[in-house]
């Protein structure tokens, strides 16, 4: 009885081994008629079970797979600060933008005209902005004001381009300015002092893992359908583009195949006339797509497979896009 009960015992030990089948085939084997074979037997299956417990215990873990496919989150939404309370008919949005984390852009168009809102922020808290003096001391022709605050018609250089600025307060600068518009001085200041505060943001549908202080994120597009994405790199200096991102309806073409975070893509070599193009799949008809600039266009940007595509791995894609109001009021 009392083997039996040691046998019973060892059975769901060996149960638990990671590997039991030896040992369960052990114990199911015939009887031996001596009772001193059985209790070897046992013992010896007893040690077995202990050996293949500490076997499993000291086995180092597996590492997880690396990902496959693109990081996935709900990314926040870039403030754009103000919005305008007033717009002429036929106007409608088609353009949101953000700039090295510092200017956000607002265009409204109706065909060839067009109506941006700009909000500008200092570069570094305690710098005095150049832009707050030359407010401040615009010549008596040129200056204005909205709402109270202090304003100026800026010289843009261009007949048919009007831009009127003012101060909200020391921290901001708001600037309207309009593109081929009839009568564009009184519409300007009919805007401005139509424009306030507000929560619209723009919802980029990825993201790149490079300082805020050195790309550029815009959204445009007529309707939410034919929307786009660009992000540019402008590096550390802000001087020059490095690439431009966008998610588009098919690859670049040509190159040779390269994978980016376990997912086959295509790099297209740099050329002096078309730059450097690295795509990458991200759904059903909808890749995207690096691009670097021409060398005929100034200073070479990062034209190498292995400068793209460490950045392409570190793109966030967002789960939750907010499109509804491209081509609305």
Known sequence: MTEELIKAALTKQAERAPHPGPVLHALAGERRSSRKSLVVGLVAALVAVLALGATALMAPSQPEPPPVGFAERELAGLPMGYDLGWLPDG??????????????????????????????????????????????????????????????????????REMLSWLPNPDYRVSVMLYAVPEPQGLAQRLADSAEASADVLTPEFQVGLPPERVEISVRGSAPSTATTTVSDFGYAGNWREFDATITDAPAPGGYEVMVRGVRGTFVPFQPKTGAALSVPVGEARWLVFRTPAAEYGVQGPGWESALVPIAEQVVLNSKVDLSWVGTR
């Open 91 to 160: 106007y409608v949005e088609t353009d949101r933008s953000t700039s090295f984390n510092q200017v956000a852009t607002r265009t409204w168009t109706s065909g060839e005209s067009t109506i941006s809102l700009m909000v500008q922020s200092r570069r570094a808290p305690g710098l005095r902005p150049v832009w707050v003096d030359d407010i401040l001391n615009a010549p008596p022709d040129r200056r204005t004001t909205v709402r109270g605050q202090p304003g100026m018609f800026e010289q843009t250089g261009e007949d048919n």
